[in-house]
């Protein structure tokens, strides 16, 4: 009994679809070229582009006229495809003159075992071995004729002018090529020759990132050749940034190098993809491309497949390999897809040839007869690279089929058990003659022990408490089946857990480490400003001795020798106040002499002030009439406080920045360590070292406010 692949109503609206494409209205399919966006976009490609032979392998002198291919009708013509195909729906027009014509499906005699594959005739589009279909009369001679065949495993499906001349199942051949066929004395034309793969599965599920891995460049090896100790010259390669990857509504990677690939190994395949690549420079070039067979977890391996969208002139120059070439290897035809155009993706890899259509035009066409090692044959995951930070990559879909290696071979005859018929029901209607039923056998005791330590694995995976125990589980499953996808996510995401926590600790050590580095070097700090505190000291020079005892006690010093040290500079400093006092003369003397000295220090005194001169209280002033004067972006912090609060809408100003320190007649000026430091006369100033201010002098803190210092006497 015949089962046919659609139920009434889509049988229908294919017929009336294909009655729309009948010999009457072909001037739309005769056209050669690209495809129609809307046809390319569903995934249709073109196997003959109307104007070159490109795809295909011949025997015999087929011609090119008006669109259509013309087999040589004074020898036994054949033309063939060079790829290979699996699950497809097929298109195409045909004419014969003068005698039979044949379309030999999914052949392929090198493979073992040998396919020979299911003869079509053109006459009237039946299949060889495939039974059902409705009898239909012979095709119009002299006349265009609409040809279609589906193949979906071991279904298959023909149709001439609408109707449907084969419908039927065999498990012969799975994969091969198409060969057209005409005899000695027979014409046979072809045009509007269109294909759709069929059976893929969607390798992106739209949402997120499952099933995909992203793997860092690497670090470049080449050094610089300087050895002066300059930032970014000091000789080590300046680190890559990682592609930041999201796959929310698309796949999406920007902002580094890397690469993205699949957590399945794939060798033979049917891929589709639609794609967008914005150039990164003037020349279409875009740092982007597909890759397949390459080696887990390695940045340069496998085929690579480019994206660039090129010239004839820039291709024949050798200046880029064109969207759909294979880098290194062939150069894909000039095509015109423009610079962050939307293009659809189709890929057929096959033992050595490989073949790309872009938007469903034929662009490369390659046979890798290199030897095994140069060759890749071993299956190898799929993705995409990016090769610099400019470069921006889109996604939008992603589906692949594996293609069968051979035909699929049938279950094994098994005589059929009587069962005596039941009373109640009707009786069974008796196989043909000589027709074996085959009986489904039963998985042995050892596969089901095989499944139930599976199923117990997988339940322990699921309520796995840690990362490390549900990698362990999702292991020992993969060791009974390699082929389970779920226990390999699962150990990915598992694995990935674990990668995160063991660079979250590598961070908080690196953070400690640093902690423990700016501390050790405040320590340091500190106990020089001691030590240059006692050689000041030893110097005679009580003034500086004093300056780097407070910048010591600012850093934390404290303890026995900091409190000796602050005691005996109090005590020089009172015992020269007194001997200046002594030396001015006897007791008349300094009658008459002190209000004279105390009258002219009074008409000397110095009065210091600050002027904002930008910022936010620009022309504010500050009275400097304390010992020390703090200036901050903050009012005050616990026991501290800033006598100059600057305003600094973006913040750059450290909370206790700076401090003004009024000595007699002088001023010095002290960085407190700021995060984005101080700058006397666009000099940055050494942490806790005291620069002198003199009258009209201008200081800026983070570059963000700066203020004028102002003498006067009076």
Request: with cysteine; proline share 6%; glycine share 10%.
């Amino acid at each position: 009994m015949r089962r046919p692949l659609h139920n009434g109503l889509a049988l229908a609206a294919a017929t009336f679809s294909l009655l729309l494409l009948a010999p009457s209205c072909m001037d739309a399919l005769e056209t050669a070229g690209s495809l129609p966006a809307s046809d390319a976009a569903q995934g249709w490609v073109r196997l003959f582009d109307g104007t070159s032979r490109s795809g295909w392998s011949s025997n015999g002198d087929w011609q090119i006229r008006s669109n259509t291919l013309v087999s040589d009708s004074t020898q036994q013509s054949r033309l063939r495809t060079t790829a290979s195909f699996s699950d497809f729906d097929l298109k195409f027009e045909a004419r014969i003159t003068g005698g039979p014509s044949t379309l030999l499906l999914r052949a392929d005699p090198q493979s073992k075992p040998a396919q020979p594959g299911y003869t079509m005739s053109l006459s009237d589009a039946t299949i060889a071995g495939i039974s059902g279909g409705e009898p239909v009369s012979a095709s119009a001679p002299g006349g265009w004729n609409v040809y279609e065949v589906k193949a979906e495993g071991t279904h298959l499906l023909a149709m001439l002018n609408g109707k449907i001349t084969a419908d039927g199942k065999n498990t012969k051949n799975r994969v091969g090529y198409f060969e057209f066929s005409a005899p000695r004395g027979a014409t046979l034309e072809v045009r509007s020759i269109q294909l759709k793969p069929l059976g893929l599965d969607r390798l992106y599920n739209g949402s997120n990132l499952d099933g995909w891995r992203a793997v860092s460049a690497p670090t470049p090896e080449k050094k610089s050749k300087l050895k002066l100790p300059i930032p970014g010259l000091s000789g080590k390669p300046k680190p890559l940034k990682n592609v930041r990857w999201s796959g929310s509504g698309g796949i999406h990677g920007e902002g580094g190098e890397g690469l993205l690939e699949s957590t399945t190994a794939y060798d033979d395949f049917v891929l589709q993809f639609t794609a967008r690549t914005p150039a990164i420079d003037g020349d279409g070039h875009t740092a982007t491309e597909i890759f397949f067979r390459g080696t887990p977890g390695q940045f340069n391996s496998g085929y690579a497949i480019s994206t660039d969208t090129a010239t004839a002139r820039q291709l024949k120059d050798g200046k880029s390999f064109g969207v759909g070439g294979l880098v290194s290897l062939e150069k894909a035809n000039a095509s015109s897809i423009a610079a962050g155009q939307s293009f659809t993706g189709t890929v057929i890899a096959r033992a050595h040839r490989v073949s790309v259509w872009i938007n469903g035009a034929l662009v490369t066409d390659y046979y890798d007869s290199r030897p095994e090692g140069a060759y890749h044959s071993a299956a190898g995951p799929l993705g995409f690279r990016i090769r610099s930070d400019k470069a921006k990559l889109d996604l939008l879909d992603v589906q692949i089929a594996t293609l069968p290696k051979g035909p699929a071979p049938p279950p094994p005859p098994v005589p059929v058990a009587a069962v005596p018929p039941t009373p109640p029901a009707a009786p069974a209607a008796a196989p043909p003659t000589g027709m074996v039923v085959p009986t489904v056998l039963g998985p042995s005791p050892e596969e089901k022990a095989n499944q139930e330590q599976i199923r117990r694995l997988t339940m322990d995976a699921l309520s796995a408490s840690t990362p490390e125990d549900a990698v362990r589980i999702n292991k020992q499953i993969l060791f009974l089946d390699p082929g389970d996808m779920p226990a390999q996510q699962r150990l990915d995401k598992a694995q990935g857990q674990i990668d995160a926590a063991s660079a979250q600790r590598e961070h908080g050590m690196a953070e400690q480490q640093a902690s423990t580095s700016r501390l050790q070097e405040n320590i340091a700090r500190r106990d020089a400003l001691v030590r240059q505190t006692q050689d000041a000291l030893l110097q005679g020079n009580l003034n500086q001795a004093k300056d780097r005892l407070n910048d010591a006690q600012r850093l934390g010093a404290s303890g026995p020798a900091v409190d000796r040290l602050q005691s005996l500079i109090r005590s020089r400093l009172r015992d020269r106040l007194l001997l200046r006092a002594g030396l001015g003369g006897g007791g008349l003397l300094a009658l008459v002499g002190l209000p004279i000295f105390f009258w002219r220090r009074r008409g000397r005194t110095v009065i210091a002030y600050l002027i904002a001169i930008d910022g936010v209280d620009k022309g504010k002033r500050y009275l400097l009439n304390q010992e020390v004067t703090h200036i901050g972006g903050v009012a005050m912090d616990g026991g501290r406080k800033n006598e100059v609060l600057v305003r600094d809408p973006d913040r750059q100003v450290s909370r206790f920045h700076c401090e003004v320190h009024k000595r007699d007649r002088s001023c010095y000026l002290i960085d407190l360590d700021s995060s984005n430091g101080t700058f006397l006369s666009n000099r940055a100033l050494q942490p806790g070292v005291a620069a002198r201010l003199r009258d009209g002098d201008r200081f800026t803190l983070a570059r963000a406010a700066a203020f004028e210092l102002h003498l006067e006497r009076q």
